[in-house]
């Protein structure tokens, strides 16, 4: 089992910043990767940016060049997502989730935080 504990939402003014921060805990040992994901009222849940235990990161398209996902320990169980240049269409609950490797079968279990508001005003 692997609790996420997500912090750094809030409100923000058009064209300000947010860092949200996650922590891992429980059997971290297994977590293969971690990433923020973003959900909207009305809309599906959606990828914002992942980071693999090696360190590769991958963000979607819409994010590259004003978000930035960051690692806050050497294994990558702290993670931080900067958010710059927010717009008001950024306003979402963000997820924290952490896939984590099933111990005797292929795959993973995605586990998620309990998500944290961010708010941009116009």
């Known amino acids: 089992q692997v609790q996420l504990v997500e912090s750094g939402g809030g409100l923000v003014q058009a064209e300000g910043s947010l860092r949200l921060s996650c922590a891992a805990s429980g059997t971290v040992a297994n977590i293969i990767a971690m990433g923020w994901y973003r959900q909207a009222p009305g809309n599906q849940r959606e990828s914002v940016a992942t980071?693999?235990?090696?360190?590769?990161?991958?963000y979607a398209d819409s994010f590259k060049g004003r978000f930035t996902i960051s690692s806050g320990n050497a294994r990558n169980t702290v993670v931080y997502l900067q958010m710059n240049s927010l717009k008001p269409e950024d306003t979402a609950v963000y997820y924290c989730?952490?896939?984590?490797?099933?111990?005797?079968?292929?795959?993973?279990?995605?586990?998620w935080g309990q998500g944290t508001q961010v708010t941009v005003s116009s």
């Open positions: 989730n952490a896939k984590v490797e099933k111990p005797s079968n292929p795959g993973w279990t995605d586990y």
């Open positions: 980071i693999s235990r090696g360190g590769s990161v991958n």
